[in-house]
């Protein structure tokens, strides 16, 4: 207990330096919470398991004359052998599985155990004979020192030693050498806590420790920091979220005792509610958000896509030339959209294929419900919009639909709507709907080769997508013109198709992932195309500033009403940031910036591409060379935008 108490402490203290002394003890306390019986019970095993064992007594055994223990030189060259080879052969196996059969789950999970289990029995089978071989070897060298008149260095507390600084050696070598640089985006900075909890536990338990007068200490100081944790979520809320948010360790023990959403709505909505401007509408709203919609396959841009629902709005609104995604995939963009921040600002934790955005935020349909709104949501999926999946992304929505077929999703948002425009009186409405057909063009299976066939499957994907969206807009056709909602139709991002090598998404910026529509109609919004540089993290303050409310302060976006609306002339230097975050699937390092007609990207590794998209929109010639000064302008910017991601949103 002593060891484990004092292991929570000087771990929960790493992870919560750079915290504030209020944080830093909850922080310490939350993490005594999920790690404190871990590190007891863990350690009462081990005790247990030595004890048992008896491997004093064991090594005792393989001492031989004149003290030198060969045989146990043998069974750690052994175990770290063992260990290397069972290690290499797991990976082949996965490997070899995932050529053959796409790593299917199922498989893996029945061949995998049959791959441990016959490396297990050959290393068995030959551990004997492997042991004494290198016995051997070490007792001959042994002998030539000790005839020399030298003592043995075969002795077992010097093997123990050397044998474990040798294992340990081996493998920070493999981990730094090998295996991290190829984990790609996975993140291991989360395992330094643990270990140092590990370590300091395992220091604990030695003999010379002072239990009693350290056991008061930490022991003290640690029920002190659970009960302070503990309280902290009573009285002060607010930091339990913002824990949740910044320590990864004390915030999963926020998840493991507390509901963060429940946490959250104690939160009053009235704490969100925008400042109306005075005189000032406020008109339904209609946000289709349709996965992987790439711009250039779409009637408005010149695509061939039958799509008569959003070639209709193109005709009757206003057609942004230029809109950029914020980032390549959908659990970047979507929360960069509907919260107002640039992608590489947006904090919380991949769960699945979504991202649980961090509770701090406040969310495009939570900014209108309490400005009045009723709002409500038909989403695909679960994954992302599901209570199970708790990312967040639906907070605000007092009406959630989620159904992964679109067709029936359409038909669920169609019947909803029809129901409400029968009654009366009614609040304003906000409806934001998320298409998924475009994401599954391929249905499973390999992108075809040939670029046609490639073009037919996903423009096919996108007249269904282009239904769902008739369904949407159909039940609003009985109003007057001055009484029809603001219908939006964007995307999270585009699909490279083959473009530069790529045949889906969440691989590079180039216009084919990036490049989204971005349509607008209703009242007041005149028939225009716009050629200014937008970027889709301006949606939540053009949307709350349509809606009738002063667009929010302090927000990386910025509201396109003016614009939209005929107020102000289109600028030719408007501006765009995007960004690949690292994570589970994306290896990230790369970022984009783009200004009126010019576009900068970046990787971290020094790579460096301009592009004039208006002049050459399938980015084939690289122009960075012949334009070193828009170079340095654009990339002057860009670090700007990445040197932002230091600074918190919640500052």
Same mark, same amino acid.
């Given at each position: ?54 491997? !004093? ?84 060298? %042994?002998?030539?020192?000790? !005839? ?107 998840? $493991? ?137 639906? !907070? ?50 390999? $992108? ?107 927000? %990386? ?25 690292? %994570? ?68």
């Amino acid at each position: 207990m002593v060891a484990a108490c004092a292991s929570v402490l000087i771990a929960g203290l790493v992870e919560g330096l750079s915290a504030g002394v209020a944080e830093t003890v909850a922080t310490v306390g939350f993490f005594a919470v999920l790690a404190l019986p871990v590190l007891f019970v863990g350690g009462l095993v081990v005790r247990g398991l030595l004890t048992a064992w008896q491997p !004093r007594t064991l090594i005792d055994r393989l001492v031989e004359e004149g003290g030198g223990a060969p045989r146990l030189v043998g069974w750690f060259a052994l175990f770290a052998l063992a260990c290397g080879v069972l290690a290499v052969a797991m990976f082949c196996g996965t490997w070899m599985l995932a050529d053959g059969n796409e790593l299917h789950a199922m498989t893996v999970s029945f061949v995998a155990p049959v791959i441990a289990i016959a490396c297990a029995v050959v290393l068995l089978a030959i551990s004997r004979p492997a042991v004494a071989a290198i016995a051997h070897l070490a007792r001959k060298l %042994d002998q030539g020192r000790r !005839r020399r008149g030298r003592s043995t260095l075969l002795r077992p507390r010097a093997i123990v030693l050397v044998g474990s600084i040798t294992i340990a050696l081996i493998t920070a070598v493999a981990w730094f050498g090998f295996v991290k640089p190829r984990l790609g985006p996975f993140d291991t900075s989360i395992v330094y806590a643990p270990l140092l909890a590990l370590v300091i536990a395992i220091a604990g338990h030695h003999p010379r420790f002072h239990r009693r007068l350290v056991g008061a200490i930490t022991g003290g100081l640690a029920l002190s920091t659970i009960a302070v944790a503990l309280i902290v979520r009573i009285t002060w809320p607010s930091l339990a979220i913002e824990i949740w948010g910044d320590r990864p360790l004390a915030g999963a023990a926020v998840d $493991a005792l507390y509901d963060i959403d429940e946490i959250r709505a104690d939160i009053s909505l009235a704490e969100f509610r925008p400042v109306g401007r005075p005189g000032a509408a406020h008109p339904d709203i209609v946000l289709v958000t349709i996965d992987s919609l790439r711009a250039t396959q779409t009637p408005p841009y010149g695509g061939h896509a039958v799509m008569p629902a959003l070639a209709g709005l193109g005709e009757r609104g206003t057609v942004f030339d230029w809109a950029f995604a914020p980032s390549n995939v959908t659990r970047r963009s979507i929360p960069s959209m509907v919260i107002g921040y640039a992608p590489n600002r947006i904090r919380g934790r991949v769960v699945g294929w979504a991202l649980r955005v961090d509770p701090r935020f406040v969310l495009l349909p939570e900014r209108l419900a309490a400005g009045g709104y009723e709002t409500a949501g038909f989403m695909c999926c679960a994954g992302f919009w599901g209570p199970e999946a708790r990312t967040g992304l639906g !907070r605000g929505l007092q009406h959630v639909e989620i159904e992964h077929d679109g067709k029936q999703l359409g038909e669920a948002a169609r019947a909803w709507i029809d129901a409400r425009e029968m009654t009366t009186p009614r609040r304003p409405l906000f409806v934001w709907v998320h298409v998924l057909e475009p994401h599954n063009w391929t249905h499973g299976g390999n $992108a075809p080769n040939n670029r046609e066939t490639r073009e037919q499957l996903y423009n096919r994907a996108l007249s269904q997508a282009d239904a769902i969206l008739a369904d949407v807009i159909r039940p609003f056709a009985r109003r007057a013109p001055e009484q029809a909602p603001i219908m939006i139709v964007t995307a999270d991002h585009g699909e490279a198709l083959g473009d530069h090598g790529q045949p889906f998404h969440s691989t590079d910026l180039y216009n084919s992932q990036l490049r989204v529509p971005f349509v607008i109609m209703g009242p007041g919004i005149p028939v225009a195309r716009i050629s200014e540089t937008v970027s889709l993290t301006d949606l939540t303050p053009t949307i709350v500033e349509l809606a009738g409310f002063q667009a929010p302060a302090k927000l %990386d976006g910025r509201s396109l009403a003016d614009v939209i609306t005929g107020k102000r002339a289109s600028h030719e230097t408007g501006t765009a940031f995007a960004a690949m975050i690292k %994570d589970r699937s994306n290896p990230g390092g790369i970022s984009a910036f783009v200004k009126g007609k010019w576009k900068l990207i970046a990787s971290e590794t020094g790579g460096t591409e301009l592009y004039d998209v208006h002049a050459d929109p399938d980015e084939r010639t690289n122009v960075a060379a012949q334009h070193p000064d828009l170079v340095h302008e654009l990339g002057t910017l860009l670090e700007a935008k990445l040197s932002a991601s230091r600074v918190s949103p919640f500052d």
